[in-house]
């Protein structure tokens, strides 16, 4: 039952990512990415997921990471099986080898390869900043960097939703299976959808009620409850991250060499494997996926 | 002596290895029995009652459902057996229409198409649901969802049901289905548990009491030994019927012999004072 429940909320600590203010997290996510998606080179993008790693590290909290990566990376695999027969790539493509309808073509292994770097770096610094952050200090420095008020309310409150539908999902499934809930496959989890999104809807509409009976509309400025202060040491993690980005930038625009789309060459035995595992990755999470709803 | 339907041997259960809500609880769960589990809010009522039907197994200790562990067992082959009725009905409900909600259970329990039919439509005319029968349940009121919540468990004729506080929020006259449920569930030979805070309730149909306060069951008597017991009463913050309270001061006070649960009990507990005989009475 604890398997269905992913937490992308904060994980309380007292790491040094904790403890650093909400904004040059923020930015750092931001920045990569902006950086992720100026770049396709393998290499990059995989000093980026190494720099992420490092900072869940540091914040300790491996543990609700990969419990997200374990449902999110299966996912991201099905764009390295898709890439590899169909390449989001202009032609001409490649053909590395056939098989029955299907070509696997070299221009898509290295699309789909990057692609999944490019979805799980980012993916890793946006989930570190969440993860160290309360959400009220998360509002507190949206606002602080001029995010619309109401905007900055949604975004919050949907990040608080998300633990709570959870949470309801695995009651209602346990709902069912009280009633004797047998069979298999998404036709037997998809009732309890309808309970959990029909609450998440009455929720809203309450929410949305009591919202505007504390006058929420009300004009004048907004204050926090939680106040965030930026210290020095803040403004010189940002300062160094702009000149870090911006460094980078320049040099993914100005070096063409970095573009190693015709110059990695993926050996078919390679090609062959990295599709076929990423097939079969996600085949097993799916069947893991049902498994895991249905268990008692 | 028969054995008991359900036995919890020392259970304990921890949440998320921290907050403990039940803390060595050993109880006996006789075939036929009429149960009150009572006990102010977080003091474990609900957390006990849901091992009995394996939706949680006991961090330590022991649950036996007729004489079987639940530890290997699974929510749905308990379920054949032992009923629970949720405290939130918006946590049970998830068909389409009434009528599919009471169907569902029975239909698990790989029943006859016409026995699904004829269990369906004695849980709509037993629980007043037939205006509704084609409503969504997510369109009908908090307190009627909360009686389609039990005829959906109704339609499944569990050897044990359970309620988690069924009476709560409901008005008069929902509030007479459940009593009703209750006495044909006994009749029936059904054991029933009931976990309330509505006292009234309990005092008219319970014959055995369990109390609890802070994750610990500190008594296990009739309703009348556990209302009469002022101690332990104002230890956990419950009151008893009012009716009861009146009737245990004047008992205190020598003026009357007995203490009593309800109003047509008391009439005859009162008819001596008065010096007439009593009617009887409804309550
Ligand atoms: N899923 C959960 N995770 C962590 N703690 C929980 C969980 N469910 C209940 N608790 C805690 O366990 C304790 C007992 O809760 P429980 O729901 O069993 O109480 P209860 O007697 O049914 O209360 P109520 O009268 O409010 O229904 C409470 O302190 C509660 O906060
Ligand atoms: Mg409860």
Same mark, same amino acid.
């Given at each position: 039952?604890?398997?269905?429940?992913?937490?992308?909320?904060?994980?309380?600590?007292?790491?040094?990512?904790?403890?650093?203010?909400?904004?040059?997290?923020?930015?750092?996510?931001?920045?990569?990415?902006?950086?992720?998606?100026?770049?396709?080179?393998?290499?990059?993008?995989?000093?980026? =997921?190494?720099?992420?790693?490092?900072?869940?590290?540091?914040?300790?909290?491996?543990?609700?990471?990969?419990?997200?990566?374990?449902?999110?990376?299966?996912?991201?695999?099905?764009?390295?099986?898709?890439? %590899?027969?169909?390449?989001?790539?202009?032609?001409?493509?490649?053909?590395?080898?056939?098989?029955?309808?299907?070509?696997?073509?070299?221009?898509?292994?290295?699309?789909?390869?990057?692609?999944?770097?490019?979805?799980?770096?980012?993916?890793?610094?946006?989930?570190?900043?969440?993860?160290?952050?309360?959400?009220?200090?998360?509002?507190?420095?949206?606002?602080?960097?001029?995010?619309?008020?109401?905007?900055?309310?949604?975004?919050?409150?949907?990040?608080?939703?998300?633990?709570?539908?959870?949470?309801?999902?695995?009651?209602?499934?346990?709902?069912?299976?009280?009633?004797?809930?047998?069979?298999?496959?998404?036709?037997?989890?998809?009732?309890?959808?309808?309970?959990?999104?029909?609450?998440?809807?009455?929720?809203?509409?309450?929410?949305?009620?009591?919202?505007?009976?504390?006058?929420?509309?009300?004009?004048?400025?907004?204050?926090?409850?939680?106040?965030?202060?930026?210290?020095?040491?803040?403004?010189?993690?940002?300062?160094?991250?702009?000149?870090?980005?911006?460094?980078?930038?320049?040099?993914?625009?100005?070096?063409? %060499?970095?573009?190693?789309?015709?110059?990695?060459?993926?050996?078919?035995?390679?090609? =062959?494997?990295?599709?076929?595992?990423?097939?079969?990755?996600?085949?097993?999470?799916?069947?893991?996926?049902?498994?895991?709803?249905?268990?008692? | 002596?028969?054995?008991?339907?359900?036995?919890?041997?020392?259970?304990?259960?921890?949440?998320?290895? %921290?907050?403990?809500?039940?803390?060595?609880?050993?109880?006996?769960?006789?075939?036929?029995?009429?149960?009150?589990?009572?006990?102010?809010?977080?003091?474990?009522?609900?957390?006990?009652?849901?091992?009995?039907?394996?939706?949680?197994?006991?961090?330590?200790?022991?649950?036996?459902?007729?004489?079987?562990?639940?530890?290997?067992?699974?929510?749905?082959?308990?379920?054949?057996?032992?009923?629970?009725?949720?405290?939130?009905?918006?946590?049970?409900?998830?068909?389409?229409?009434?009528?599919?909600?009471?169907?569902?259970?029975?239909?698990?329990?790989?029943?006859?198409?016409?026995?699904?039919?004829?269990?369906?439509?004695?849980?709509?005319?037993?629980?007043?649901?037939?205006?509704?029968?084609?409503?969504?349940?997510?369109?009908?009121?908090?307190?009627?969802?909360?009686?389609?919540?039990?005829?959906?468990?109704?339609?499944?004729?569990?050897?044990?049901?359970?309620?988690?506080?069924?009476?709560?929020?409901?008005?008069?006259?929902?509030?007479?289905?459940?009593?009703?449920?209750?006495?044909?569930?006994?009749?029936?030979?059904?054991?029933?548990?009931?976990?309330?805070?509505?006292?009234?309730?309990?005092?008219?149909?319970?014959?055995?009491?369990?109390?609890?306060?802070?994750?610990?069951?500190?008594?296990?008597?009739?309703?009348?030994?556990?209302?009469?017991?002022?101690?332990?009463?104002?230890?956990?913050?419950?009151?008893?019927?009012?009716?009861?309270?009146?009737?245990?001061?004047?008992?205190?006070?020598?003026?009357?012999?007995?203490?009593?649960?309800?109003?047509?009990?008391?009439?005859?507990?009162?008819?001596?004072?008065?010096?007439?005989?009593?009617?009887?009475?409804?309550?």
């Amino acid at each position: 039952m604890r398997g269905v429940v992913i937490p992308i909320s904060m994980v309380p600590g007292n790491s040094v990512i904790h403890r650093i203010s909400p904004l040059p997290k923020l930015l750092l996510a931001g920045c990569v990415l902006v950086l992720s998606f100026s770049t396709r080179n393998p290499a990059i993008l995989g000093a980026l =997921i190494v720099l992420g790693m490092v900072m869940v590290s540091v914040a300790n909290i491996w543990k609700p990471f990969l419990r997200v990566m374990a449902i999110l990376f299966p996912i991201l695999l099905t764009l390295i099986t898709l890439q %590899s027969i169909a390449p989001a790539f202009p032609r001409p493509w490649t053909p590395i080898v056939s098989m029955g309808p299907f070509t696997i073509y070299q221009e898509g292994i290295y699309s789909g390869v990057t692609m999944v770097e490019r979805a799980t770096s980012m993916t890793i610094f946006a989930l570190a900043a969440i993860m160290t952050t309360h959400p009220s200090d998360l509002f507190a420095s949206l606002q602080k960097i001029g995010m619309p008020y109401v905007l900055n309310f949604i975004l919050t409150m949907t990040l608080q939703l998300i633990p709570i539908l959870q949470k309801e999902f695995t009651t209602v499934l346990s709902a069912q299976k009280s009633r004797g809930l047998k069979g298999t496959g998404f036709a037997a989890v998809l009732p309890s959808m309808v309970p959990v999104f029909v609450g998440a809807i009455e929720r809203v509409q309450q929410l949305s009620i009591s919202l505007e009976s504390r006058a929420f509309g009300s004009s004048g400025a907004k204050t926090s409850y939680r106040s965030v202060k930026v210290s020095w040491v803040d403004y010189l993690l940002m300062l160094l991250t702009t000149f870090g980005t911006c460094g980078l930038l320049y040099w993914i625009i100005t070096d063409p %060499s970095l573009d190693w789309s015709r110059t990695l060459i993926f050996a078919p035995w390679l090609a =062959i494997t990295l599709f076929t595992l990423a097939t079969i990755g996600f085949l097993i999470f799916v069947i893991i996926a049902i498994r895991v709803v249905l268990r008692a | 002596m028969t054995n008991p339907v359900i036995e919890c041997q020392n259970v304990w259960h921890i949440y998320g290895g %921290s907050v403990t809500a039940v803390q060595d609880v050993s109880l006996k769960i006789y075939p036929g029995e009429i149960i009150g589990i009572i006990g102010q809010n977080g003091s474990g009522k609900t957390t006990l009652v849901k091992h009995f039907n394996g939706l949680l197994k006991p961090t330590k200790g022991k649950v036996l459902v007729n004489g079987r562990d639940t530890g290997p067992m699974r929510v749905q082959e308990l379920s054949a057996s032992v009923g629970y009725v949720f405290q939130n009905p918006n946590h049970q409900l998830f068909a389409r229409t009434v009528e599919a909600e009471l169907e569902f259970g029975p239909r698990n329990l790989g029943l006859p198409e016409d026995e699904v039919i004829d269990r369906r439509e004695k849980a709509i005319e037993f629980f007043g649901l037939e205006p509704l029968r084609h409503s969504h349940p997510y369109r009908i009121g908090f307190p009627l969802r909360k009686l389609v919540g039990m005829a959906s468990v109704y339609t499944m004729r569990p050897a044990v049901f359970i309620l988690d506080e069924p009476t709560t929020g409901q008005d008069n006259v929902t509030t007479r289905i459940v009593y009703r449920l209750i006495h044909r569930l006994r009749d029936e030979g059904s054991t029933v548990l009931c976990v309330a805070h509505d006292m009234i309730l309990l005092a008219e149909v319970v014959e055995r009491m369990v109390v609890m306060r802070d994750s610990l069951l500190i008594a296990d008597a009739r309703p009348r030994e556990v209302f009469s017991d002022r101690a332990l009463m104002g230890s956990t913050h419950l009151l008893p019927p009012q009716i009861t309270e009146l009737t245990l001061r004047l008992k205190e006070q020598g003026k009357l012999p007995q203490v009593s649960l309800s109003v047509s009990e008391s009439l005859d507990v009162f008819a001596p004072l008065f010096g007439g005989k009593s009617e009887g009475g409804q309550a």
